[in-house]
């Protein structure tokens, strides 16, 4: 039996422009701040690159839509395209020239194009408890998304949202499988495989040509797909 790998609406199927500027409401209140974005369009069924958040180079800062309500959607990264429309998608390709179908979404909705700026607010040791909240709210809705999803694989593509997510396992209430060999040393949250470890040097600009590493990632999405297709 073919398996569906139709795409999902976010906005008509699980209503997240509503979520989302719900969630900035409660953040910002009467603030402008910078909206949250998202990519309006996911395939099912699909394997999911988990990036850590959407992209905003400085120059456009000064002209980035604000208010609690989510700018316009971007385009879908879509594998069925020939090559990436911008280069840091390139490892997605080159990879789905073996792993298919597969797509592409983000753990977080705000946007900064510097990691260190979320790495210094979302310290674990001195976040605020209103910093938390805003971070778990997010969490939570990429998670609700992902079980829509259905995916076969999420492969977590940043080290810094793998970090983000292990830190409040118990604040969002993930349910965590460690890899046993019950489970032909598979993890899985929410019962979702996982891969977390083989993958954290995708966010690396600097390691994403590294072969052994891309070679290592190769084989555990390839090991971990066969086992869940059988």
Not at 127 to 144: A, C, G, V
């Amino acid at each position: 039996m073919a398996i569906n790998t139709t795409k999902i609406n976010l906005s008509n199927e699980l209503k997240i422009e509503i979520a989302l500027e719900k969630i900035w409401d409660e953040r910002y209140k009467e603030e402008e701040p910078i909206a949250p974005i998202f990519s309006n369009e996911l395939y099912k069924n699909s394997i999911t690159y988990l990036c850590l958040n959407p992209s905003l180079p400085p120059a456009l800062r000064s002209s980035a839509k604000r208010g609690n309500h989510p700018d316009f959607p971007y385009p879908m990264v879509d594998w069925k395209l020939e090559k990436a429309a911008y280069p840091f998608f390139n490892k997605f390709y080159d990879l789905g020239k073996k792993f298919h179908p597969w797509t592409v979404m983000d753990l977080l909705y705000e946007r900064d194009s510097s990691q260190k700026n979320l790495e210094l607010k979302y310290n674990r040791k001195t976040i605020s408890t209103t910093d938390k909240s805003f971070l778990l709210q997010q969490i939570r809705l990429t998670f609700k998304i992902l079980k829509a999803l259905n995916p076969p694989l999420v492969v977590l593509s940043n080290s810094f949202a793998n970090k983000l997510i292990h830190e409040h396992l118990n604040a969002l209430d993930i349910r965590q499988e460690i890899p046993s060999s019950e489970n032909n040393y598979i993890y899985r949250l929410n019962g979702i495989p996982f891969i977390t470890n083989e993958s954290s040097y995708m966010g690396s600009r600097f390691l994403q040509k590294n072969k052994l590493r891309i070679k290592k990632l190769t084989v555990e999405i390839d090991r971990i797909l066969t086992l869940v297709k059988q």
